[in-house]
């Protein structure tokens, strides 16, 4: 994954330095790399390729500042910053479950830093302390194949409980919570729901239903997609692209009891290089203009700037029953909770 992330980079910042020296519209090009001042800004990106790709040749074009970025779920960045505390190599963490930076939050991980632009964010998608700001929201449900669905004489699951039902047993795919923030916010949320014990023990039962755990969250929807299980746990806006992509057999479903839900948030990583590129680039993304961006290349969750405009195919998801996720709650017990997950489920 992170070999073709960096391919997909590589390739849109040929196409900017070939654009920058061609000529046709040159002109503005060189004025940004003007502005830029030779800056240069690592990141690493919790969101899908398509949309890294297209936010950073957007950001290069409009300041200048050259950027590279590494894909990798939230376990993988925690893990990798953490490595990486005595000498970070990146300044930006973008995306993923807010979860995850809370935690980073917690371990003296990240760098404060409070946007002009966040005062548009509405508190509930911002860190109190301003440590992390929401740029996106996205919703937790399941991603069925109705193709395989119709063959079985199954419906796809609207609760919860129907997960455990008898015809979905080896047909259940979810990522790992250890490794992926889609995964964990699935955990947390059933903690929340049902209380640590009974939301355990309904993981362990959910254990006997799975087919395998993958290691990133997006991986779920776009593998019932392909007819590789019945039900993919996943956001749905991740189900969305994929359906919008060409998999149409796909249905979307979020569970009645109450769903739990992610913050997608953008911090700075405490003693990383280049902290005013990082400052420049949270200002950018939280913009009306760079929050619509990632809809024109197929990710589509709803937006926390109220002036930016959510993408149409997500209003299929308005209505749908969210549980009051506890993010501070979430993050804190992160660690905990992934340890007692794997046990749960190994006894």
């Known amino acids: 994954m992170k070999k073709k992330s960096l391919c997909a980079l590589s390739l849109a910042g040929l196409m900017l330095f070939l654009m920058a020296g061609c000529g046709g519209g040159g002109g503005g090009d060189k004025k940004a790399a003007d502005n830029g001042g030779g800056k240069k800004l690592t990141m690493y990106w919790g969101a899908l390729d398509d949309w890294m790709a297209k936010d950073i040749a957007e950001f290069q074009k409009d300041t200048g500042i050259k950027v590279e970025a590494v894909r990798m779920s939230s ?46 964010i509405p508190d509930k998608f911002k860190d109190k302390d301003g440590f992390w700001t929401g740029v996106y929201v996205g919703y937790l449900g399941f991603a069925s194949n109705a193709k395989l669905l119709k063959e079985k004489g199954v419906e796809a699951p609207k609760s919860w409980s129907d997960l455990l039902k008898p015809e979905f047993k080896g047909q259940v795919i979810s990522a790992n919570p250890g490794s992926s923030g889609t995964a964990y916010t699935m955990l ?30 997006t991986a779920p929807a776009r593998l019932a997609g392909q007819g ?17 992509e060409g998999m149409k057999d796909l249905v979307l479903t979020a569970p009645s009891e109450g769903t739990g839900y992610e913050i997608g948030a953008v911090s700075i990583i405490k003693g990383g290089p280049d902290q005013d590129a990082a400052k420049k680039f949270i200002d950018w993304c939280l913009t009306k203009k760079a929050q619509e961006i ?33 993010f501070p709650w979430a993050g804190a017990h992160r660690s905990e909770l992934v340890e007692k997950w794997d046990k749960a489920i190994k006894q």
Not at 192 to 211: F, P, R, S, T, V
Not at 230 to 238: A, E, N
């Open 228 to 244: 590789e299980c019945m039900v993919g746990i996943s956001f749905l806006h991740d189900a969305i692209k994929y359906r919008e």
């Open 75 to 120: 376990g993988e960045t925690i893990g990798r910053i953490k490595a990486e505390k005595a000498n970070p190599k990146a300044t930006i963490w973008f995306g993923g479950p807010a979860d995850g930076q809370i935690q980073a939050k917690a371990d003296g991980l990240l760098e404060k830093y409070v946007s002009p632009n966040a005062a548009k």
């Open 188 to 217: 947390a949320t059933l903690v929340q729901l049902k209380g640590e014990k009974d939301g355990l023990a309904y993981m362990k039962e959910l254990n006997k239903q799975m087919k395998n755990y993958q290691k990133s969250g």
């Open 294 to 326: 990632g809809q024109t290349v197929g990710s589509y969750q709803f937006l926390t700037n109220p002036e930016a405009q959510p993408p149409k195919q997500a209003a299929e998801l308005n209505g749908t029953k969210l549980i009051n996720y506890d």
